[in-house]
């Protein structure tokens, strides 16, 4: 009741959600009793995730409830929908047959903070040292939840052919999940220990320096829905070696700022031509770190914004944000 009390006082133009459930349903009731248009973002592809609720039981029935959820949530109550790539909009329009606007605005990121010349450079080795890495090392990182759907797997039993090729290449893992000891085993096992770098949970603050001691960053992630992993790494200046995903085709320019793959002969191949050319990885960081700016904070904070302005869009209202701060504005920040 205090929150509602609150929110009312705020007198609130529009509403912002990022989930369909708690918080989500929450704004659902404000927006509706308010009559403030609320604007949705839609992140995770949850039909990939309900294996981990079901446990292998009625998996596809359990796949259609959660249609039905985000279908009825997205229908009764969203004035505008963001989603953050094309595989996301083509899951509603051609899938969901959702008759309502769908935005594409890919998640904006503060990309300065991945740049390499921003890092300390006695950080970056001291790190290189903790992870008994040396000068001669080429590094392949991999950044994220440690789990099958983030196909792993393939990353480290194809590690096996590219250390024939370089003995000093090394696969580090950054991350925490429910894989993370069966991955273990499997690399003991293939006999790759020594080449292989579990770095574990990292610290949000701490992770540009992961991206700082790498050279190329690798996913065979097929759960996106965007891959911000990606625009980081691209940010930090690294090739990117993806999975040819609907969720990354837009962001990674095949051959120009890395390389997507389709299967295993695939994947070896690229590779094997970053493993061998310095130059090869070089070009196609600083092409990244180019097109990283298009998915800048400013710039999504831009295209939100005139999300925020098609919502409001005939609404009667006497007061908009828009116009109380013009009057702000006008009457300068100290009331003068």
Same mark, same amino acid.
């Given at each position: 009741i205090r929150a509602v009390n609150k929110i009312k006082k705020w007198n609130l133009d529009v509403i912002h959600t990022?989930?369909?459930?708690?918080?989500?349903?929450?704004?659902?009731?404000?927006?509706?009793?308010? $009559?403030?248009?609320?604007?949705?973002?839609?992140?995770?592809?949850?039909?990939?995730?309900?294996?981990?609720? *079901?446990?292998?039981?009625?998996?596809?029935?359990?796949?259609?409830?959660?249609?039905?959820? *985000?279908?009825?949530?997205?229908d009764t109550t969203i004035k505008e929908l963001i989603v953050p790539t094309k595989k996301t909009y083509d899951l509603f329009k051609e899938k969901y047959k959702y008759d309502r606007n769908v935005h594409i605005i890919p998640t904006g990121i503060e990309i300065e903070r991945f740049y390499h010349e921003k890092l300390n450079h006695e950080k970056? *080795?001291? %790190?290189?040292?903790? %992870?008994?890495? *040396?000068?001669? $090392?080429?590094?392949?990182?991999?950044?994220?939840?440690?789990?099958?759907?983030?196909?792993?797997? %393939? %990353?480290?039993?194809?590690h096996v052919n590219l250390i024939k090729k370089n003995k000093n290449f090394k696969l580090m893992i950054v991350g925490d999940g429910p894989g993370l000891d069966d991955y273990k085993q499997m690399v003991s096992k293939l006999k790759i220990s020594d080449n292989v770098i579990f770095a574990g949970k990292v610290p949000w603050e701490e992770v540009p320096y992961y991206y700082g001691i790498s050279d190329i960053f690798v996913t065979a992630s097929h759960t996106e829905t965007q891959g911000l992993t990606i625009i980081e790494a691209m940010a930090s200046g690294l090739p990117v070696v993806a999975l040819d995903d609907d969720a990354f085709r837009n962001v990674i320019i095949d051959g120009l700022t890395g390389y997507l793959f389709k299967n295993k002969k695939d994947y070896l191949n690229v590779m094997f031509k970053l493993i061998q050319s310095s130059e090869n990885r070089k070009s196609m960081g600083n092409q990244g770190r180019i097109n990283s700016e298009v998915y800048s904070s400013k710039y999504f904070a831009e295209r939100v914004l005139s999300v925020y302005k098609l919502a409001l869009k005939g609404r009667n209202k006497k007061k908009t944000f828009f116009s109380r701060f013009k009057t702000t504005f006008k009457k300068g920040i100290y009331g003068k």
């Open positions: 990022h989930t369909e459930f708690g918080i989500g349903t929450f704004a659902r009731v404000i927006g509706k009793q308010f $009559d403030i248009p609320v604007i949705h973002t839609y992140h995770t592809m949850y039909e990939d995730y309900v294996h981990y609720i *079901t446990k292998g039981y009625f998996n596809e029935s359990s796949k259609k409830l959660v249609e039905y959820i *985000t279908k009825f949530y997205c970056l *080795t001291k %790190l290189k040292q903790e %992870l008994n890495l *040396t000068k001669n $090392d080429i590094v392949a990182m991999f950044l994220g939840r440690v789990a099958p759907e983030k196909n792993v797997e %393939l %990353l480290i039993k194809n």
